[in-house]
């Protein structure tokens, strides 16, 4: 499968974006879809994810109640609304997906088998 991310962009704290993560190539809800970011000097983190087949989420704590991770079949699409922006989101952000992915890897970048480009969120007054 092949991610193609967008969405990302300059926005004030507190505002809101949209990320799109478009897959070509297969369909979306067979795999496992998650959105990871890398800050500036800092690793790159697990921030939200979507399970094959269902509508099962799971958040990093910074962002729940905040970031929410979605699917729309018919697009063949994974969005993650990110609503009341804080300065500490400022990351590139990358869609990842694999099929065969069990809980205890969710939140582990190297057990992705697919990854998108990064597109890059900066939040900033």
């Known amino acids: 499968v092949q991610l193609q991310a967008s969405g990302g962009g300059l926005v004030q704290p507190g505002a809101s974006l949209r990320l799109s993560c478009v897959a070509s190539?297969?369909?979306?809800?067979?795999?496992?879809v998650a959105w990871f970011r890398q800050a500036p000097g800092k690793e790159r983190e697990f921030v939200a994810a979507?399970?094959?087949?269902?509508?099962?989420?799971h958040y990093t704590d910074s962002v729940k109640g905040r970031f929410t991770i979605s699917r729309d079949n018919a697009k063949n699409t994974v969005y993650l609304q990110m609503d009341s922006l804080k300065a500490e989101d400022t990351a590139v952000y990358y869609c990842?997906?694999?099929?065969?992915?069990?809980?205890?890897?969710?939140?582990?970048?190297?057990?992705?088998?697919?990854w998108g480009q990064g597109t890059l969120v900066t939040v900033s007054s």
């Open positions: 990842a997906a694999d099929r065969s992915l069990i809980l205890s890897s969710l939140r582990i970048g190297g057990q992705y088998d697919w």
């Open positions: 190539g297969r369909t979306i809800s067979q795999y496992t």
């Open positions: 979507i399970w094959r087949s269902t509508t099962n989420t």
